[in-house]
């Protein structure tokens, strides 16, 4: 595990954080975050922003009244993103704290990112016009947060068919997706659930590449993806793994897959260099694409 995701694991009382602006994506990700924060016993923090984005030029002067409308707003947002989140994990487990601000969220969630387990937001939220802007929120999460980043879509696997799906990771063979692989196969073990691990070893399609070549690489390509995962068998021998190499691009060989999955796991670079745009391009593909839940780890 990178020294970033160990410094998160090692904070006992980091919480989860969850985003919620009223949309119905925003509340599937407070149950989801709920579940998920049950599982590792962590606290569940939901967190939504009443802010108004100005833009340029002087900022919107609030009156009293105004205010207390903003924040009555946000606390009956609270309230149900709070009765399903006990929906989703009933009893008293997990501990829910929730929390209205007037501060702008995206620059509020990267800042908070630093002392959270993991962040979960919506793939989108109100639209272009309302406050919520969830789907930016998304983006600017996975490319910026400190911790790992959930994004929930319509389809939060939280029905009894999706409890019995597989993780799946992708594995570029590089100690980018270490913490990737490590967290997925935390999250298979919680969930009792297998693990498929992916190695897409081209961004060339199989029809384009001579059969000659590809049963000469494949060998190398299976050691890579042995080596990413060696030494994990031994700490999570509950979790039983399925490794897949394919030769094919990796957004659409993991979004195949992750129709027989119920949790996505994938890395991504940290800021700046050429190689950062590589495997961001893979999280990125997947971000709005997937429809099941998708974990974004990043790695400095």
């Avoid at 009443?50 to 340029?56: A, K, L, M």
């Avoid at 600017?140 to 319509?154: G, K, Q, R, Y």
């Avoid at 999250?187 to 897409?200: F, G, K, P, Q, T």
């Amino acid at each position: 595990m990178s020294d970033e995701s160990a410094s998160h694991a090692e904070q006992p009382d980091a919480p989860i954080l969850a985003a919620v602006d009223g949309s119905a994506n925003s509340y599937q990700a407070v149950a989801w975050a709920a579940a998920e924060a049950a599982l590792h016993h962590r606290r569940l923090h939901i967190l939504t922003s009443v802010g108004i984005q100005t833009g340029y030029g002087p900022g919107v002067l609030l009156t009293e009244s105004d205010t207390e409308l903003l924040r009555r707003d946000g606390e009956r947002t609270l309230t149900e993103a709070t009765r399903l989140a006990r929906t989703a994990a009933p009893g008293d487990k997990p501990a829910i704290t929730t929390e209205v601000t007037f501060d702008l969220i995206i620059p509020t969630l990267i800042e908070r990112s630093a002392h959270a387990h993991m962040l979960v937001v919506g793939s989108r939220g109100l639209g272009a016009f309302q406050r919520g802007l969830l789907g930016s929120v998304s983006t600017a999460a996975t490319h910026h947060a400190h911790c790992p980043v959930a994004v929930i879509h319509e389809n939060a696997a939280l029905d009894p068919d999706s409890a019995t799906q597989p993780v799946l990771v992708g594995v570029d063979g590089t100690e980018n997706s270490t913490p990737a692989v490590e967290l997925a196969f935390e999250e298979a073990s919680h969930r009792n659930v297998d693990l498929i691990a992916l190695h897409a070893w081209s961004d060339t399609s199989a029809v384009d590449l001579p059969l000659a070549n590809w049963e000469t690489a494949r060998g190398s390509a299976e050691a890579a993806l042995a080596e990413s995962l060696a030494g994990r068998a031994e700490r999570y021998p509950d979790v039983k793994v399925h490794r897949i190499v394919v030769v094919d691009r990796p957004v659409r060989s993991l979004l195949d897959e992750s129709a027989n999955a119920q949790l996505v796991v994938v890395g991504c670079r940290g800021r700046g260099g050429f190689a950062s745009m590589v495997l961001g391009s893979t999280s990125n593909g997947l971000l709005h694409a997937v429809q099941v839940p998708m974990i974004v780890v990043r790695s400095n």
